[in-house]
């Protein structure tokens, strides 16, 4: 069975570990380690003369070397001329990813590295920054590290110490690890509050190190690069921040500069319509290979400033933004006949089966801008800038540019329930319908770009199972028993009878401590309305996060307690990994999520989450005479008197 590593070998992605980097035209490079068919075509388009084994008496421009490499650096060094450049590739031992159980090529078993039994650098050192940072100073005059991220096999970002992630990665950056069934932990969960907390640079996965003998050679100035080789040729380009303030995009081929002519064209076009944009100009190479200069801007993107706006609880101003947004897509075009509208026969193409009879596509723009979004934007002390505009559509709804600005806004939001979609849908005017028409039309536009057909194999190999995860917990900390085996409880849920109650499996989650009346009653309602209740308790230290305060009852009597009320068919343990009920349902399969009437808001956006699971969301009156709150507020006034 082919492994991720075998997969990759095949592709182009790894190329973005080196499609940035300036090599001079006709320069010698050595080749140290296995390194990828990729690599070595990309050496071949930058017309270099590569060698895979020295030559008795020849010193190189370039010395490439990847972890298992048979030389060690100072052998290597030897090999370099004087102004030549030694590039070094290095997982880092103390990567998150090994930190969360990940084995590798040099990193044999679970924490190997960690624990200083991997292999390492040639002469079986494991490596960490400060380490290899040491040994490099010792034969190199100076040195620049790279963070390749995920690592340097699939990179998508190159990040450097002048240019460090300042938000989480995780949407940006595929994660993945060669044996899942190890894993103790998730990167998704943890890239933020890595960064959150200036530890990336010692987590980072793996370096790649530029270093030069000469002190009078300059090394690259390149400071972060992002690409997107996963396009394929028609699309794929890279962006690149540079000393001194500039940022270039550059076309990975010829096919693909069209795509940054049309961006230049879009971005004029929109600045003569009054829209506010990023200054920058188009060149074409000799090579047929265009690029877009522009300034780098000393801004946060949009899509952050939002974020920061719903963490705030911020509704004014998350209102006003939007509404912002609307304008420019509304000033962006001029409008034509509704009858011109080609999402409709676009529609009938992807999915003839969807009825868009009565739908109201509101206005049709001459050329819908579909990337007047927050992630293609700018948000400064001057309001918004916009910059990348290569995707449009002829005759196309007003209301779809809209919908992507919400789509992406909301499908990573941290605080959803502070102002929700259902809020900004009525408000312009996007009925459910309408909705699941845009979603199929940005479906089929992110499977024609992402070449999801061609790298759908490695796209399914990078699911990490959290039930994994979660399973491994358990058996470390002698708890095996406790664990939640979904397909176990799939299997009771189809072995109970079904009748003609409205679900068949519902759940219900809450701390049930100091359990009352409210309690019961919740449970009691729950089950008149499925036939397999399963009640979810949450941990104490998920009860301590949520509330502030550890649970009267430990968790072990709370789950004895429920279980023992007449209708519970099952109580499982509620940790981090399904406290989310979006997680939840990925373990548990239930029809339905019961709550309390104090969740009302929370519930409408609830159900929007669970429908693509088959679920939704259910809103039970509230007890308000009755609650553990005031039970816990009694017995500490009685405590303290």
């Not at 790279?146 to 990040?159: E, G, K, M, T, V």
């Not at 969807?354 to 990337?371: K, Q, V």
Request: charged share 30%.
């Amino acid at each position: 069975m082919m492994t991720i590593n075998d997969i990759l070998e095949k592709s182009e992605l790894p190329k973005a570990l080196l499609s940035w980097y300036d090599f001079a035209s006709g320069s010698s490079i050595l080749l140290s380690g296995r390194v990828s068919a990729a690599l070595k075509e990309l050496f071949a388009e930058r017309k270099l003369h590569v060698f895979e084994e020295p030559a008795e008496g020849e010193k190189y421009d370039y010395i490439f070397a990847v972890p298992g490499a048979p030389a060690s650096i100072e052998e290597l060094a030897a090999l370099l001329k004087d102004d030549g450049r030694f590039l070094l590739v290095s997982d880092n031992r103390f990567g998150l990813k090994y930190m969360c159980g990940a084995v590798d090529e040099s990193v044999t078993k679970p924490f190997a590295g960690i624990n200083l039994h991997a292999k390492g650098l040639p002469n079986g050192e494991p490596v960490d920054r400060a380490s290899l940072s040491m040994r490099l100073s010792a034969v190199f005059a100076k040195h620049k590290f790279y963070y390749p991220a995920s690592d340097w096999r699939l990179p998508q970002i190159i990040f450097t110490d002048e240019c460090l992630p300042e938000t989480d990665i995780v949407e940006r950056v595929y994660s993945y690890s060669l044996r899942n069934d190890v894993l103790v932990g998730t990167e998704e969960k943890l890239w933020k509050k890595v960064i959150d907390n200036g530890a990336f640079t010692f987590h980072a996965n793996s370096f790649l190190v530029e270093c030069v003998k000469n002190p009078e050679v300059p090394l690259c100035p390149v400071l972060y690069s992002t690409a997107s080789i996963e396009r394929g040729k028609e699309y794929a380009s890279q962006v690149c921040i540079l000393e001194g303030g500039t940022v270039e995009k550059t076309a990975f081929s010829p096919e693909a500069t069209e795509g940054l002519r049309r961006s230049s064209e879009a971005v004029r076009e929109l600045k003569q319509r009054g829209i506010p944009v990023v200054e920058h100009q188009f060149e074409e190479g000799s090579d047929g290979r265009g690029r877009i200069i522009m300034p780098r801007v000393n801004a946060s993107l949009t899509s952050e400033h939002l974020r920061k706006l719903y963490m705030e609880g911020n509704t004014e101003e998350i209102e006003k933004l939007i509404d912002r947004f609307w304008d420019i897509i509304k000033a962006s075009s001029d409008e034509v006949p509704a009858g011109q509208n080609a999402l409709i026969e676009a529609l009938k193409r992807e999915r003839p089966d969807f009825d868009t009879e009565g739908l109201d596509f509101g206005p049709i723009a001459e050329t819908c801008y579909m990337e007047l979004i927050g992630m293609n934007s700018f948000y400064g002390e001057e309001g918004l800038e916009f910059f990348d505009q290569e995707f449009v559509r002829k005759n196309y709804p007003f209301k779809y540019a809209l919908y992507r600005l919400l789509f992406y806004l909301y499908y990573s939001n941290p605080r959803p329930e502070v102002l929700p979609l259902e809020h900004f849908k009525e408000k312009y005017g996007i009925s459910d319908r309408l909705w699941e028409a845009f979603f199929i039309e940005e479906g089929r536009f992110q499977r024609e770009i992402h070449n999801k057909e061609v790298y759908s194999d490695l796209f399914d190999r990078l699911i990490v199972s959290r039930q994994r995860v979660l399973q491994n917990e358990y058996i470390l900390m002698g708890e095996s028993a406790s664990y939640i085996s979904s397909r176990a409880i799939k299997e009771e849920e189809a072995e109970a009878p079904s009748s003609d109650k409205p679900w068949h499996v519902g759940y219900l989650q809450g701390s049930f401590d100091l359990f009352h009346i409210g309690h019961l009653n919740m449970i009691r309602r729950a089950k008149q309305y499925c036939d397999y209740l399963i009640v979810g308790i949450v941990s104490d230290e998920i009860q301590e996060k949520t509330k502030g305060a550890k649970p009267f009852i430990p968790y072990e009597e709370r789950a004895e307690v429920a279980a023992a009320v007449k209708g519970v068919d099952r109580v499982v343990k509620v940790t981090d990994e399904i406290f989310d009920k979006v997680d939840a349902v990925k373990v548990l399969h239930f029809d339905v999520a019961f709550m309390g009437s104090d969740h009302t808001e929370y519930a409408e956006v609830l159900k929007k989450q669970l429908e693509p699971y088959g679920a939704t969301a259910f809103v039970f009156p509230y007890t308000k005479s009755t609650n553990s709150t005031k039970i816990r507020g009694l017995i500490n006034n009685a405590l303290n008197r």
